[in-house]
């Protein structure tokens, strides 16, 4: 396999892998507890805004922010998600940060934005914009891509930096 194609399995592989299941729609049900120091439900106006101190706790993932607001239809099917301001998504060994990441139910887009990095151990992932498709397997970073790829442990040589310009 060529290192270039290696290097973006990789990079495809980190973000993908953060996309958390609050983030889902459909499969299994599994019991996800989200809580805040406070809660508004308006019904009017189709949202739920959790504020302080927000904790996300899923079966595959944990997210913690500032705030989070959940978008409804008029059907009460969840349109979109925002978390926003000092966001963490950890699942497994990846873990992304970011100020602000948007969900779209329809399209499948999580967005990471505001200084975003991904991790997975040592490597890193960052760009002005994170975006990736939960159903597609497809992940853009831009601009100023920049992807530091350790090498396995055991071995010696030094990291290695993968550059968008």
């Known amino acids: 396999m060529s290192r270039r194609r290696t290097l973006l399995i990789l990079a495809a592989g980190i973000a993908a892998a953060c996309a958390p299941a609050v983030f889902a729609q459909g499969g299994k049900k599994e019991v996800t507890e989200i809580t805040s120091e406070r809660l508004t439900f308006d019904y009017n106006e189709h949202y739920a805004l959790f504020e302080e101190n927000v904790v996300v706790v899923d079966p595959e993932m944990k ?11 008029e059907d009460n099917e969840v349109k979109s998600i925002i978390a926003r301001g000092n966001v963490i998504i950890e699942q497994e060994d990846r873990t992304a940060t970011a100020g602000r990441a948007v ?41 100023r891509a920049r992807l530091v790829i350790y090498p ?9 930096t993968v550059s968008g310009e």
Request: with cysteine; charged share 35%; proline share 3%.
């Open 63 to 73: 997210l913690k922010a500032d705030r989070m607001t959940v978008h409804f239809a």
């Open 103 to 143: 969900y779209d139910v329809e399209s499948g887009k999580i967005q990471l934005d505001e200084k975003p990095r991904v991790t997975r151990g040592n490597d890193v992932l960052e760009g002005t914009t994170i975006s990736f498709w939960r159903d597609l397997n497809k992940m853009v970073c831009e601009p």
């Open 152 to 160: 396995q442990s055991g071995k010696t040589s030094r990291a290695k």
